[in-house]
């Protein structure tokens, strides 16, 4: 079942009961249509839930994959490669297979790039239009966990390293590492989870400025919502740090 709420008043606008499956991740929005992962990508006009378009893709897809928006298109993972279709009719604009296999944790999305990571310790920066490759990274292993804050791509190899897209340039590597980070930076800094601990990350430099333990373990990535970083447990509750600009 999928749903669409006010954001005022909570009431529901509209909810379908889709015959195809879909998967337990969030749809994406461009503020006219809401798209799904189903065998390939679906889209429901916001306003109403109806379906507008629906792109079937041919081979296998990711099945824990995440849709990703562009400017244009609509990003999606299947087994071996990404592939991107248009948001206005879903028809494909390119696939892009790697050397290795996919994972919907190193796949992320820019208004004009695509960075997507495999198996074959390899990052790939891609034209979001054309689907060419503009550089490639090489790294000692394979990634687990890629995030694009502000054109800057962080990434696991040996410990985060922050590469910025526009200078093609690593901008540090440091000596820690954490597979959770937040889709955005406060004040900044990156924030990490891994185990019982939190890490706050000064985007300028890469050291550490927070590494704070709390019990139980996190489960799930930090989130920042306004000052705070929430975090969810195994304990089924959330816990929130507050942070302070100097």
Known sequence: ?????????????????????????????????????????????????????NYEFEGTLYTSSTVHLTSSNVVNTSEYGIFAVSQDDGSEQWTFEGS??????????????????????????????????VHQISTSESTSEIKLVDNTIYYNDDGITAFDIDSMNELWNSDFWTPRLTNNTLYGYLFGAYSDLIVGIDTFSGEA??????????????????????LANDSNSLAGYQVVSD
């Open 1 to 53: 079942m999928m749903y669409s709420f006010d954001p005022n008043s909570g009431e529901i606008n509209w909810r379908i009961n889709p015959e195809y499956t879909t998967y337990f991740n969030p749809p994406a929005y461009n503020g006219e249509y809401v798209f799904v992962t189903d065998n390939g990508v679906r889209a429901h006009n916001g306003d109403s839930g109806e379906e507008e378009w």
């Open 100 to 133: 290795g296999e996919a994972d919907p944790s190193t796949l992320a999305t820019s208004s004009d790039r695509v960075i997507y990571g495999d198996g074959s310790n390899s990052i790939y920066i891609i034209d979001s239009q054309s689907g060419d490759t």
């Open 209 to 230: 400025v927070l590494n704070q333990s709390h019990n139980p373990p996190y489960d799930a990535n930090p989130v920042i919502v306004g000052d705070y970083v929430v």
